[in-house]
């Protein structure tokens, strides 16, 4: 290779890896922003699954023998998430990311899917896809996708979230699937997350979510106005809400993380493609300058012998 085809080389290489760096900049940047959120609303998941449980256990008696307050206006009653039946379908809220240049990030959402999949008849699977590569799967292997949605902001808001929640307890309510599963990467850190598969509905016991042991001992009694029903009107959509919106926003931060790391990988490997194109320059230059050399001392050798031919 010639030395102005490595200097070529060499220059474009430079704008990629700055292109590159930049890149891992504005991802760090998100993922610190996101991160932060997905701590914090840990604390907050886990206080309302607490309470959730507790007044669920303590009232579960009254709230399967009192009779549905579903109301005229369509609102779902809150004892609908609490319905356990046969499994016909199977839903799966399935989260990927439409964004690129993530890695393996959407690849490695996909073939855990497969291998969920590959246990149910086609006809037994309803998904609910969010980013495209997911839409783009089920509809290659023939998977019915009863809701979309392409695009997630970068640090989604509650109001995104609400709109899935009441799409998934409308299909759960008119029994287009019998079980809701989300599946997703679950964000760990910087560098590592993992896939997770967790139920969503029906509401199954949620001490056996609690990532800590209970203590042996009576159940408590709240004391509750106006009711208990009234109550969990509030928490049960709260409580599957804070369930989709604690895996979007860990997904989130697991995509930009690794994002973050993918452009670092890809910098410092463009980095050590510039350290060697560099080398090549740099050797290839001191050839030709050897070789000048060695062509005017040998001219100016074989003028002397010239002259003392003569």
């Not at 990030?105 to 086609?122: C, G």
């Not at 996708?145 to 799409?167: C, G, L, N, W």
């Not at 709240?222 to 049960?236: K, M, Q």
Request: some cysteine.
């Amino acid at each position: 290779m010639s030395l102005n085809n490595l200097k070529k080389r060499i220059t474009s290489t430079q704008k990629t890896a700055q292109i590159t760096r930049a890149m891992q900049m504005v991802a760090a940047a998100k993922y610190n922003r996101i991160s932060k959120d997905a701590r914090s609303y840990a604390v907050y998941a886990k206080k309302l699954r607490e309470l959730v449980s507790d007044v669920v256990e303590a009232h579960i008696e009254d709230l399967i023998t009192t009779e549905d307050q579903s109301t005229e206006s369509g609102l779902i009653d809150f004892r609908d998430l609490l319905e356990q039946r046969p499994v016909k379908k199977t839903g799966f809220l399935v989260i990927t990311s439409s964004q690129g240049l993530a890695g393996s990030y959407n690849n490695s959402v996909i073939n855990q899917m497969d291998q969920i999949f590959k246990q149910y008849n086609k006809d037994e699977v309803v998904v609910l896809a969010m980013g495209t590569p997911i839409v783009e799967y089920c509809q290659e292997e023939g998977y019915e996708v009863a809701y979309e949605m392409h695009t997630v902001s970068d640090r989604p808001d509650f109001i995104e979230v609400q709109s899935i929640v009441r799409k998934a307890t409308e299909l759960f309510h008119d029994r287009v699937f019998d079980a809701l599963y989300v599946c997703y990467n679950r964000h760990i850190n910087a560098i590592h997350h993992e896939f997770r598969n967790e139920q969503i509905l029906p509401i199954m016991d949620l001490h056996d979510e609690r990532q800590e042991p209970v203590e042996e001992g009576p159940l408590l009694d709240f004391i509750i106005e106006p009711s208990a029903d009234g109550l969990l009107d509030v928490l049960l959509p709260q409580y599957a809400e804070s369930q989709i919106y604690g895996a979007i926003i860990h997904a989130k931060a697991a995509e930009h993380g690794t994002r973050m790391t993918t452009m670092q990988s890809a910098t410092e490997n463009a980095q050590e493609m510039i350290d060697e194109l560099q080398q090549s320059y740099n050797q290839q230059r001191q050839l030709r300058v050897t070789n000048e050399i060695i062509e005017i001392v040998s001219g100016a050798n074989a003028q002397n012998e010239t002259k003392g031919g003569n």
